[in-house]
T-cell receptor
Framework: EPEVTQTPSHQVTQMGQEVILRCVPI?????FYWYRQILGQKVEFLVS????????KSEIFDDQFSVERPDGSNFTLKIRSTKLEDSAMYFC?????????????FGEGSWLTVV | AQTVTQSQPEMSVQEAETVTLSCTYD???????LFWYKQPPSRQMILVIR??????QNATENRFSVNFQKAAKSFSLKISDSQLGDTAMYFC?????????????FGEGTQLTVNP
């Protein structure tokens, strides 16, 4: 069964460093997402991406975050200058098209620890 | 804005028994979707079941079924014949019905433990 894949599975980084989290969405999917889950808290929406541009973003997704689809298969989340509070599990997700109600499929997550 | 509430932080059930997880939500929307996702210790989010708000019939997926009460804004998940592999965090989630995709709003989660 096709799945969303994410790398790395776990990354430890120094505060202030840049981090890039990578995702390969399901191949025929057109709508991509990043969510995050701080340990012990709710899963929170960060951003959605469609047709090579941001479709929607939450208040969490400030200027230190950016997303990019650098080629036909990868979807990346960049955190420019990491803070301690960015420590979380980051989930990439995708859905087949832009119509709501389509199932959103999640990857296994990238666990980011900022020290 | 939508909110999703899961009032049971933890639940446990004996293997082969039935358990019901509660979820309530608040929205002014009339058209929307509701989901239950499962997050096992591997931490991957896995879709369990999906319900369209405009459908009165409750969704079922093998041992998993929902009790959708639109007027009460309630969306509970029933797991029948519980198995050890059902041990996981279960998240209820809401999605508005829009023409251009929509975000999921999650509840706090319920940690379910299935005991042998």
């Amino acid at each position: 069964e096709p799945e969303v894949t994410q790398t790395p599975s776990h990354q430890v980084t120094q505060m202030g460093q840049e981090v890039i989290l990578r995702c390969v969405p399901i191949s025929n999917h057109l709508y991509f997402y990043w969510y995050r889950q701080i340990l012990g808290q709710k899963v929170e929406f960060l951003v959605s991406f469609y047709n090579n541009e941001i479709s929607e973003k939450s208040e969490i997704f400030d200027d230190q975050f950016s997303v990019e689809r650098p080629d036909g298969s990868n979807f990346t989340l960049k955190i420019r200058s990491t803070k301690l509070e960015d420590s979380a599990m980051y989930f990439c997700a995708s859905s087949v098209d832009s119509y709501s109600g389509n199932t959103i499929y999640f990857g296994e997550g990238s666990w980011l620890t900022v020290v | 804005a939508q909110t999703v509430t899961q009032s049971q932080p933890e639940m446990s059930v004996q293997e082969a028994e039935t358990v019901t997880l509660s979820c309530t939500y608040d929205t002014s929307e009339n058209n929307y979707y509701l989901f239950w996702y499962k997050q096992p210790p591997s931490r991957q989010m896995i879709l369990v079941i999906r319900q369209e708000a405009y459908k009165q019939q409750n969704a079922t997926e093998n041992r998993f079924s929902v009790n959708f009460q639109k007027a009460a804004k309630s969306f509970s998940l029933k797991i029948s014949d519980s198995q050890l592999g059902d041990t996981a965090m279960y998240f209820c989630a809401f999605m508005k019905r829009e023409t251009s995709g929509s975000r999921l709003t999650f509840g706090e989660g319920t940690q379910l433990t299935v005991n042998p």
